[in-house]
């Protein structure tokens, strides 16, 4: 784990107009990341821990504050970039796996490959990456033929297909059991420390939680521990 | 990859996709139907006009070539112009519509045989009593006619004496006095037919009886056939730009109506793909992809379903509307289809483009 932080955010604030009224989804959040640091984030509905999830991964913009993501300030850059930095730079894995159910496992991961415009050479990191998932042989199957622990895993794959700087993954044990819970926990634990994959992972459950190098927690828009 | 998707997603509700072709396929279907009914028609006309074996039409001032009504010119004139230098026979003859695109042509039989070389009879033969009727095979079968069969038009009971062979001068032929007397036009004509000693004299004679008969319609049967054209129809290239315009309209709508819904049924997948930093471009390809495929998908269900439309027609009612397969229109009007598709697409497609990824994560 490098000492040089791969994520730095800096007095984020966040606030949407819901109707007539202004709800503060994030009041000034301070927090830093180590490249290759696991770190799980732990709050309560409501706390902005989800909010904080979609800046950092570049699908929204902070009100206020600066956010950097390697060295970019995503409080600065258009939709555009916003885009093209999801391409490579952000991996997402979902509570509900969210893949295309009209594409097979193996091309799930390809079409991220496709958005990225990558250049089809052999990538022997993911080839490892794909070893470690353990879903070589489901790869032909549309995710409907697939179990949740298997979709999830697809999922992981499809997010660090590209290499991404950073693997947010947002309760991606929610709707799984035990078994399969633990097995995406200690592929994604694999992750980070077999390949240095700098992971940020949100949970309600503590027990997830520890899985972590380092647990954050938010409360009311704010960082209340660390 | 996106061709694959692109693909998938249609594969993947097919019943949406196959009533968006069959859409896409009548609307098709329509259009050529449309055109090769008009093309039929005129070729139909043309066939039975360069059966009558005459070199020249001479018809009234002011009247339309392809005209299929009124008598207005005077049964002198056949005399008159069987009496021309170089002129070996003049024929006249009256159309009557009765009904719809169904028209009553009345002729001096025995001048019209020498003229044409008479009728082919399949069965039967000429009209021997007044109210005697000869019709062609097309409209014996549409109307299930045979010889010695009732047949009432224009208010009168007629007998069917012989049914013959089409392709020359009408479907349904009477003498020409019955028909003059039944319609009260006694000693008029619709028009005349010419025929000239020989062929080199054709272009004199023309010449001759248009000086002679200024504001007369005087054509050689080769320009007259060749008149027989769409842009010769009054009205007809009018309907056919208006039949596109109602096809754009119709393939804008079912378009539209589509992709609006997979647009909405695909929120979250649109959403994942913004994830994945997929930019609107490349949403707004698989659309407008999609909905080109199935454009061309729904123009070839057209062109085939144009030629079951044509074996109907020509099944029950070929005496009436004939029709014709036209390969010359299929590229335009799949190029009509898939434009009007396309701009269907445009504000779905649009909508898509423009989706906020968090909200379109979060639809359920």
Redesign the interface.
């Given at each position: 784990m490098s000492n040089a932080p791969i994520i730095e955010a800096r007095d984020v604030r966040k606030i949407y107009r819901v109707g007539d009224v202004d709800v503060h989804a994030l009041r000034g959040v301070d927090l830093s990341v180590r490249r290759g640091e696991f770190l799980t984030l732990v709050g309560p509905s409501g706390s902005g821990k989800s909010t904080l999830f979609?800046i950092l991964?570049g699908?929204?913009a902070p009100t206020s504050g600066h956010v950097l993501v390697d060295g970019r300030d995503l409080s600065r850059i258009s939709d555009?970039e916003r885009?093209?930095?999801?391409?490579?730079m952000v991996g997402?894995v979902?509570q509900k796996y969210?893949?295309?159910?009209?594409?097979s496992a193996a091309?799930n991961i390809?079409?991220?490959r496709?958005?990225?415009r990558w250049n089809g050479e052999r990538d022997e990191q993911f080839e490892r990456a794909l070893e470690l998932l353990g879903i070589a042989d489901r790869l032909h199957h549309k995710p409907r033929e697939l179990s949740g622990g298997e979709q999830q895993r697809v999922a992981i794959a499809?997010a660090i297909v590209n290499h991404p700087a950073i693997l947010l993954a947002d309760e991606p044990t929610g709707n799984l059991d035990s078994a399969n819970s633990q097995a995406v926990l200690a592929i994604i634990r694999d992750l980070n420390e077999r390949l240095g994959q700098t992971i940020l992972m949100i949970t309600h459950d503590a027990a997830v939680a520890a899985y972590g190098h380092r647990i954050v927690r938010m409360l009311d828009g704010r960082i209340c521990s660390e | 990859m996106i061709n694959k998707l692109v693909v998938e997603n249609l594969r993947f509700r097919p019943v949406r996709t196959m009533l968006s072709i069959l859409a896409i396929g009548v609307e098709v279907m329509m259009l050529l139907t449309i055109v090769g009914l008009s093309r039929g028609m005129l070729a139909d006309s043309r066939e039975r006009a360069s059966g009558i074996g005459a070199d020249i039409v001479i018809r009234p001032p002011g009247s339309t070539v392809i005209g299929m009504s009124s008598a207005p010119l005077s049964e002198k004139y056949v005399a008159w112009a069987a009496a021309q230098p170089h002129v070996a026979l003049a024929v006249g003859s009256m159309n009557y519509p009765v009904s719809g695109l169904t028209v009553v042509t009345g002729i001096d039989l025995p001048q019209f045989n020498r003229m044409s070389g008479g009728f082919r009879y399949l069965s039967g033969g000429p009209p021997r009593a007044p109210r005697d009727i000869v019709v062609d095979s097309y409209y014996a079968q549409q109307n299930d006619l045979h010889v010695g069969s009732n047949l009432k038009l224009m208010n009168t009971n007629w007998r069917v004496s012989g049914i013959i062979e089409p392709g020359k001068l009408a479907r349904i032929v009477v003498p020409l006095n019955v028909l003059q007397e039944l319609t009260g036009s006694e000693g008029k004509l619709t028009q005349i037919y010419v025929k000239v000693d020989k062929p080199a004299d054709i272009n004199p004679v023309l010449a001759h009886l248009k000086k002679e008969l200024p504001g007369f319609q005087i054509f050689s049967m080769r320009e007259f056939i060749s008149m027989f054209s769409v842009s010769n129809v009054p009205g007809l290239q009018a309907f056919i730009a208006v039949v596109i315009g109602l096809s754009v309209v119709v393939g804008f709508l079912v378009v539209f109506l589509s992709m609006y819904t997979a647009v909405l049924e695909r929120t979250r997948e649109i959403g994942i793909l913004k994830a994945l930093g997929a930019s609107p471009f490349y949403i707004l390809n698989i659309l407008f992809r999609e909905t080109f495929l199935v454009g061309v998908l729904g123009s070839a269900a057209g062109i085939g379903l144009s030629y079951l439309s044509r074996f109907l027609i020509m099944t029950f009612v070929p005496a009436t509307i004939p029709t014709i397969i036209v390969p010359d229109w299929w590229p335009i009007a799949a190029a009509t289809a898939i434009g009007g598709a396309l701009m269907g697409a445009v504000y779905p497609g649009w909508r898509a483009a423009r989706q906020d990824p968090i909200e379109a994560l979060s639809y359920e």
């Open positions: 979609h991964g699908l929204t555009a885009t093209e930095l999801r391409k490579r997402f979902f969210n893949l295309l159910p009209t594409l091309d390809a079409i991220a496709h958005i990225a499809r | -």
